[in-house]
């Protein structure tokens, strides 16, 4: 985790301009601790406690803003949280939603003035309606989620990660990239902090790893891109299941542009780099702006 923070916080003000808030969600069993912070990640000093923090985790979302919607205020910072069918869920945006206007019935409310927020409230509103009493196996989720996105994604770009503790499920407008880690595991390095990590000395043949970003997080593995409109889902460090929403051709456009650096990025791992022991965990990191 300490890892991919580190090169991940120095976008919010040193290598790149998503200084605008940052924040952090990361699960512990079916809680999750929430951290959010107005200031930017580089130069918060609740950002160099995260650092510092044995975070051990199934499921961690982190986040880096850049303003869009919204003034620069904690309650506009992501990782967004609220519950669903007894669980904590957190969601993290990167994009713009014009005209934007949905009907929300009272259940979900925005705290702050984003796109994003609304956007949340909106999907679990919609996921509620659909399944008033639980929470359904993973692939009529699944299914939920891909109709409730294809009416948001019309509005915009609407690149998103969302997380219950259990899964976590993404969705790419414009650009969004993955790779799968698995033994035999070797060494990595960041593209914004000159840091190196070798996992094979903290992972067991065990252990696999699903990293998301919107563009590479490291300049030496393989990384693959999602085509413009992919929904995944992950569970486990693996992708399980992917289907195309259609994007709108003004986001696609877009999608066309050169990307100038990485604002989100998620992690699935079973084992945390800051301790040895081999662990039944998940870890989740996301970084969105």
């Known amino acids: 985790m ?25 699960f512990e069993d079916k809680a999750c601790r929430l951290f959010i912070d107005h200031q930017s990640s580089a130069s ?21 803003r850049k303003a869009t919607q919204g003034h620069i205020l904690l309650e506009n910072c992501h990782p967004f949280m609220r519950e669903l069918w007894g669980r904590h869920w957190i969601f993290a945006h990167n994009g713009d939603l014009k005209d934007f206007k949905p009907c929300l019935n009272g259940q979900y409310q925005p705290v702050g003035t984003t796109d994003s927020e609304l956007a949340f ?28 996105t294809r009416e948001i994604t019309q509005f915009g770009v609407f690149n998103f990660l969302m997380s219950n503790g259990q899964a976590l499920f993404t969705h790419c407008s414009t650009h969004l990239y993955y790779l799968v880690r698995s033994w035999p595991f070797s060494t990595a390095h960041l593209i914004d902090a000159d840091m190196s990590i070798d996992f094979a000395k903290y992972t067991t043949p065990e252990d696999r790893v699903a990293v998301i970003a919107t563009s590479p997080l490291t300049d030496d593995e393989i990384w693959t891109r999602f085509a413009p409109g992919d929904l995944a889902l992950f569970q486990h460090g693996a992708l399980l299941r992917t289907l195309n929403v259609p994007v709108p051709e003004d986001v696609a456009e877009k999608a066309r542009e050169p990307l100038c650096k990485v604002c989100v990025e998620s992690v699935l791992r079973v084992e945390t780099i800051e301790t040895i022991a081999t662990t039944a965990d998940v870890e989740t990191e996301l970084g969105i702006e």
């Open 2 to 26: 300490t890892f991919s923070f580190t090169g991940f916080a120095a976008r919010g003000g040193v290598t790149d301009h998503h200084a605008d808030g940052w924040g952090i969600a990361f």
């Open 44 to 64: 918060s000093p609740l950002a160099e406690m995260v650092k510092r923090y044995p975070i051990k985790s199934k499921n961690t979302i982190a986040h880096i």
């Open 121 to 148: 409230c909106a999907l679990l509103q919609g996921l509620r309606r659909e399944f008033p009493g639980c929470q359904p196996p993973l692939d009529e989720l699944f299914a939920a989620l891909e109709k409730l």
